[in-house]
């Protein structure tokens, strides 16, 4: 791949382009008729799921072009996230041939679209990508762009040339005849493979003749006599297209501070939000899930916090606004919160949460002692999950997102599942000692134990000293059951438990570093005066 292709084929230039060019004639095509989907429409079916590892294993070739292939397909886990997965034996969902073992001379270069693979070709000895245009001898800028191309297909791409916004003026007498000589195509397989639009094809907004997924069109195929050139390399809309349809997941920071990012630390103001945006946007309104992970506030007052963001109907596809609230007296010095995008296709996801007002909202009176340990007064809202969602009982994260003390106590939460099972679990909110929670507000992941890439967690400073005496400074290391396989996985972690004395300010924060494949340090600080007895936090991480 080289920056020095001429790259012209933007729409003005592109009508520019004279005479006829004798280069190759488009050379890849899409699987279709007898034993492929019959229409080629972005269907969210013909995707992947997101986040998977996608098995790819060559049926043939020399171990020098089967790397050439695979530097070129990973070109776009840039872009997508989508782990492709090169085995030498087994099982695999995408298969490479580069022989036609019938007919050697066969130069035929295709694809299945996204998981038709699966669906189409079962036979594990037959490919679902034929390469037979690519040999030990091709040039690199051909593979390049033959890799490119059949796996944008294999990622669930169709052709830009049959896009609605393509609006292509074919000389239809001259496409047939050059199809029926190059190719042998007849005039159906022409207009199927060329011509034909693609009436669902409706994620592009414009035509890219810079696509990977446009041919080559020759001029004297148009009746304009307008071309598009050879296309080697992806172009920004391949890019902008395949980050939407498999978003990195929390490809923002996942983080936000009141002090700097919305003013500084003096004087305290109780309303403080900010837009963020996606990054990048999402193709339908993603759920998101939100904790808190420092709090700055002074003790003088009670201390009330709301961290919220509007219901998923009133939020977009390409922003969502944070709010970092406390209301009445309460002086809030600053206030973050980390959180989790999950997106509509990602269905082993469940989420939600649970105010403490919806099940009393006489705030007032106080939760219930539990009946096994009158010192614990609970808040319980039970969750039902989608019937048949889940096999097993799922993990599940809590994150906590609000609370109302009163500041003549200590300041005691803890929020957890409870009596998870597979059809649904509890969400406890609870208090001890003296402490006075008028109310609190948690969010929750639930999600099935044997998903792949991801990981949870609970961490405690309860799991290694006592709460007495307090103690600033508390950390520990966790250790993944499981090593991730990519170097770095994402590590999201926010305030699951609190106990801190009510007399001085309520400063604390949780926060992992640290982090590589085999886990990360975790921390749970308080600074200045603060009194800090207990800290917990609930974790996640995605690889
Ligand atoms: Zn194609």
């Given at each position: 791949m080289?920056?020095?292709?001429p790259y012209y084929c933007s729409a003005e230039a592109l009508?520019?382009?004279?005479?006829?060019e004798d280069v190759d004639l488009p050379v890849t095509n899409l699987t279709g008729g007898e034993d492929g989907p019959p229409d080629m429409a972005l269907d969210p079916a013909w995707f992947w799921k997101n986040g998977e590892k996608i098995k790819v294993r060559f049926l043939d070739g020399s171990p020098v072009l089967q790397a050439r292939v695979r530097t070129y397909a990973e070109e776009w886990e840039k872009y997508a996230n989508i782990d492709f997965v090169f085995v030498t034996e087994g099982n695999a969902s995408i298969r490479v041939r580069f022989k036609n073992p019938?007919?050697?001379?066969?130069?035929?270069?295709?694809?299945?679209?996204?998981?038709g693979a699966k669906k189409f070709v079962i036979d594990q000895n037959q490919?679902?990508?034929r390469l037979y245009s690519l040999n030990d001898d091709t040039k690199d800028d051909e593979v390049c762009r033959v890799v490119l191309h059949e796996f944008g297909h294999a990622l669930g791409c169709v052709h830009e040339h049959q896009s609605l916004a393509a609006k292509i003026e074919w000389n239809e007498e001259q496409v047939f005849a050059d199809a029926k000589k190059f190719y042998h195509w007849d005039k159906e397989k022409a207009r199927n493979q060329i011509m034909k639009v693609n009436e669902q094809a409706t994620l592009h907004s414009s035509f890219d003749p810079k696509s990977i997924m446009c041919y080559m069109i020759p001029p004297k195929w148009t009746k304009n006599g307008r071309g598009v050139k050879k296309n080697l390399t992806l172009s920004e809309t391949d890019i902008s297209f395949i980050r939407k349809a498999y978003p990195f997941r929390t490809r923002n920071a996942g983080r936000l501070s009141v002090v700097p990012e919305i003013r500084p630390i003096y004087p305290p103001l109780a309303l403080n939000s900010k837009v963020i945006d996606f990054d990048p946007p999402y193709t339908a309104t993603p759920r998101v899930v939100l904790g808190l992970t420092l709090l700055d506030a002074s003790h003088e007052t009670n201390v009330r916090v709301h961290l919220h963001t509007p219901s998923?109907?009133?939020r977009g596809k390409a922003s969502f606004t944070l709010n970092l609230d406390a209301w009445a007296d309460t002086k809030l010095y600053n206030a973050a919160a980390t959180w989790l995008e999950f997106s509509r296709g990602e269905v082993e996801y469940e989420v939600g949460e649970y105010n403490t007002l919806d099940t009393r909202p006489n705030f007032r009176q106080p939760a219930l002692p539990s009946p096994d340990n009158p010192g614990l007064r609970r808040d319980i809202s039970h969750v039902d999950f989608r019937k048949g969602k889940y096999t097993s009982p799922p993990n599940i994260l809590i994150w906590l997102t609000a609370f109302d003390f009163d500041n003549r106590y200590n300041w005691r939460v803890r929020a957890a599942a409870h009596n998870v099972t597979a059809s649904g679990f509890d969400v406890v909110i609870e208090s001890w000692g003296d402490t006075t929670l008028y109310s609190a507000a948690a969010e929750w992941v639930a999600y099935p134990k044997d998903q792949a890439g991801v990981l949870s967690g609970r961490v405690s400073s309860n799991d290694y000293r006592n709460w007495f005496p307090a103690q600033a400074g508390n950390q520990g290391k966790v250790r993944f059951a499981v090593p991730f396989e990519r170097l770095n996985p994402k590590v999201f972690m926010a305030l699951s438990e609190l106990?801190?004395?009510s007399s001085r300010n309520l400063r604390v924060k949780v926060y992992a570093d640290r982090v590589s494949s085999e886990g990360f340090t975790w921390h749970g600080d308080a600074w200045e005066d603060s009194l800090l007895y207990s800290v917990g936090?609930?974790?996640?991480a995605f690889g």
């Open positions: 080289s920056d020095e292709v009508w520019d382009v004279e005479g006829e019938r007919d050697p001379k066969d130069k035929t270069t295709d694809s299945q679209l996204g998981t490919p679902t990508m998923e109907s009133e106990d801190m004395d936090a609930d974790w996640i």
